[in-house]
């Protein structure tokens, strides 16, 4: 080690993401706390973390893929015209959570999806839900970051007036975090400022 290199402080990532499975570090890495305005990936996470409620992300996260197989790569239009038998081939799939609220919530999430494209997408709902810009947070500790907030509740209530279901203001800032619209990432996480910067180049859809 050069002598210099003694006073520069080990960034280190956020230390929910771990250090011992690559892919809940992958998932932080290159995932987390980045802006999009996506469709189909904003839906995917949407439900995701409803079927989170009441687990760790990283159990969802592995069966991430079982979960876009069983949903049909969780294309609202197909899954909308789920029938009871579809409900059962859910039930029956060990690679998913199978519980069956949360799996009725997530058809009626697609049917209040396909309500809500007829006036606008998902995506400028939500950010503009959100404020119309990403909200850059600045947590030196885990204890700084909060469960929910004012904005996370005003969107469970906007999405549970469209229909939506399982999106309540626990589950919608765990999701505003995860899709940029709010960088909850430790300042000494070298992902901070690579969000921050991101967050400030999004422009919001408007329609």
């Known amino acids: 080690m050069k002598p210099h290199e003694r006073d520069v402080p080990k960034l280190e990532r956020c230390p929910w993401a771990g250090i011992d499975d690559p892919l809940y570090a992958g998932y932080h ?3 987390w706390g980045v802006p999009h305005a996506d469709e189909r990936r904003l839906f995917e996470k949407l439900l995701l973390e409803g079927f989170q409620a009441g687990l760790s992300w990283i159990t969802i996260l592995r069966k991430r893929e079982a979960f876009r197989r069983a949903f049909h790569d969780f294309d609202p239009e197909r899954m909308a015209r789920y029938t009871e038998r579809d409900v059962a081939r859910l039930m029956a799939d060990p690679g998913i959570v199978r519980n069956r609220l949360k799996v009725l919530a997530a058809i009626d999430n697609a049917k209040a999806y396909l309500a809500l494209a007829e006036k606008q997408t998902l995506a400028s709902f939500l950010w503009r839900h959100a404020g119309g810009k990403p909200i850059i947070n600045a947590p030196v500790k885990f204890g700084d970051v909060p469960a ?20 309540g203001p626990t589950t919608v800032y765990a999701f505003m975090q995860s899709t940029g619209m709010v960088n909850d990432h430790m300042v000494g996480c070298p992902r901070h400022k690579v969000c921050a910067k991101l967050q400030r180049a999004f422009v919001p859809p408007k329609n």
Do not use: Y
């Open 148 to 167: 929910s907030t004012d904005v996370s509740l005003g969107i469970s209530k906007a999405l549970k007036k469209q229909g939506f279901r399982f999106v």
């Open 29 to 31: 890495d290159e995932e």
